[in-house]
């Protein structure tokens, strides 16, 4: 935070190199009085610096374009830069220097202009109002030629105005005393982000008074995804992605697992099924991995006793839905249990719950972006997680009149209904469901010890909707050839996955998990695309 006047150079042993000697500071001081000077000439020669009449402005090295080679990373001014998140009342009266995309530019007069400056999740009111020897006409004119979400640099003093200020998230002014474009946006943006950032309840209410807002679909939103990505509810949603990926990381780290990295090229598929993207590899026949799975499994032949993963993962997804993408993040565990899956299952348990609570208490503001443009409920969870058996689930539908075939795969709308029930009489969104038929399930799955028929295995929902599959894994390498032939798996083309259970391997089980799944779910959003930064899906390979 800048105490400062902005053009100040840094205080001495700032920078983290220790105390500067007087003689240092001193240089250091006309370095940056230098580079700012540069910038204010560089702004004269680049900006508007007639008056109307003709005559120069002698204010013009306060206002006008910067030339891109003075951000050539031509010199180091040392001069101290304020975050907009950091501008409080705390700051009133001081001088900072900001940078930011102009968000909005609204002309008062020509005496007078409003800039809205933004910088990730914060906006800033910047005021440009003529005033002698500060700020002039020609200055106000050059703040409201500006075009919107151009990059500006603003020097200027906080002020704390009487009234809230509606529409920034900061609650202080800046009474702007300098302003330098560094960039120019467009003048016609494809999308405007105040369009973008629109909640229903807006649209709902202007269309009550008859106002015409633009709806921008989500096409053009990825389709402009650099923009697209600037409103609030987008850059909260990242924030709160790069979280969940955070507490994986560290919950599991906790608990003695190691990363790993598993190889994306792979010969032959990593689960059986059509879904692979097939490629050629130097004239050989391979494909990327839909999964990390038989890799991480081998992880855990390799001694590993506790692996995770973090990457992507592939699938050739036909069908266009709501939560498939041609590339996700998964995020994977393999375990060595001792005698039983519920090992796996108390992991899936106490992260996710260390998971949301996290999110809960640490990521307020962003949930509260989300909640604005796409209002939802909080999650329900118990502290100690849900478990079901598939056939108590079933039992569940039947009761509240949905037919499932005996034994047969849940569908979207039954598990989304089975998510419901399990709402009204358990009072939690997040639950575990277990034992599954042995036909819904991969061929690596341990078969239940008292009914072949059944598997080891779970799968986990957030709102009635699946985040997670996991299982005992068959550790034997007989059982392991019997089931993969029994599901029309050749072999041949996983023999150095089977070999691996020759060696000696431990009893172990994991689980996957979809990333963009996780937040789309846990913010109840209604379109897996949202929570990809850049969404592949069967019909979109670009940006
Ligand atoms: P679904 O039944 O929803 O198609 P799946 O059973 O094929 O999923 P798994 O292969 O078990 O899923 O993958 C584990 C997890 O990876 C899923 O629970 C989900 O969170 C995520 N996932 C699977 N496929 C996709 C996909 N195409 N796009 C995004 N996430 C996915």
């Not at 374009?65 to 700051?91: C, H, M, N, Y």
């Not at 999650?379 to 478990?387: G, V």
Request: proline share 5%.
């Amino acid at each position: 935070m800048s105490s400062e006047p902005a053009s100040a150079p840094a205080p001495a042993g700032e920078d983290g190199a220790g105390t500067i000697s007087k003689k240092q500071a001193k240089k250091e001081a006309k370095k940056a009085e230098k580079a700012a000077r540069q910038q204010e000439s560089a702004a004269a020669a680049g900006g508007a610096a007639q008056t109307d009449s003709g005559e120069s402005d002698p204010l013009a090295g306060s206002y006008g374009d910067i030339p891109v080679e003075e951000i050539q990373s031509k010199a180091v001014s040392g001069r101290e830069w304020t975050e907009v998140g950091d501008l409080e009342t705390g700051l009133a009266d001081r001088t900072v220097l900001i940078r930011g995309a102009a968000q909005a530019i609204r002309p008062v007069s020509k005496k007078m202009a409003f800039l809205v400056v933004r910088q990730s999740m914060s906006t800033v009111q910047c005021v440009v109002v003529v005033s002698k020897d500060l700020v002039s006409p020609q200055f106000v004119k050059f703040a409201t030629s500006l075009s919107k979400e151009s990059i500006v640099d603003v020097e200027g003093v906080v002020s704390v105005p009487k009234d809230p200020i509606k529409g920034t998230t900061q609650q202080v002014e800046v009474q702007v005393r300098k302003l330098y474009c560094v960039n120019r946006a467009i003048p016609n943006l494809p999308i405007n982000i105040e369009d973008a950032a629109r909640s229903e309840t807006e649209f709902e209410k202007a269309e009550l008074t008859g106002e015409q807002l633009v709806r921008v679909g989500q096409d053009t939103r990825l389709n402009y995804r650099a923009l697209d990505l600037r409103t609030p509810a987008n850059q909260a949603t990242f924030r709160i992605q790069c979280q969940v990926e955070h507490i994986f990381r560290e919950f599991l780290l906790s608990k003695e697992f190691v990363g790993i990295h598993t190889p994306k090229l792979i010969s032959g598929s990593s689960e059986g099924g059509a879904a692979v993207f097939k490629l050629d590899y130097k004239g050989q026949p391979a494909c990327l991995a839909q999964s990390p799975q038989l890799y991480k499994q081998m992880a855990i032949c390799g001694g590993f006793g506790r692996v995770f993963e973090v990457g992507s993962v592939f699938r050739a997804e036909d069908s266009y839905t709501h939560r498939h993408l041609c590339e996700f993040v998964g995020l994977d565990v393999e375990m060595e249990i001792k005698e039983h899956y519920f090992e796996v299952c108390d992991i899936v348990d106490s992260l996710f719950v260390a998971m949301f609570d996290h999110l809960h208490k640490n990521c307020k503001k962003e949930l509260d972006a989300i909640n604005r443009q796409y209002p939802f409920e909080p999650l329900k969870y118990l502290q100690k997680t849900l478990r079901l058996t598939y056939d108590e689930g079933i039992q569940m539908l039947k009761e509240a009149g949905t037919e499932i075939e005996p034994m047969g795969d849940l569908n979207t709308e039954a598990e989304k209904k089975l998510g419901r029930l399990v709402r009204q009489k358990y009072d939690t969104d997040f639950y575990i469901l277990y034992r599954y038929p042995l036909a819904l399930r991969p061929f690596y799955t341990m078969p239940c010890h008292d009914n072949p028929a059944y598997t080891n295995s779970f799968d986990v929902f957030i709102r009635g909707e699946e985040i997670i599959s996991g299982a005992q894994r068959i550790h034997t390498p007989e059982l392991l050839t019997k089931r993969a032939e029994a599901c029309g798996i050749d072999v041949k083309t996983i023999s150095t996955y089977i070999d691996s259970f020759r060696y000696g391997a431990p009893p172990h089980g994991g689980f996957g998990v979809g990333l963009e799944r996780v937040v789309m779910l846990f913010c109840a959003l209604n379109n897996i695309r949202k929570t990809s930064l850049f969404p592949r899906d069967p019909q979109r390979l670009v940006p």
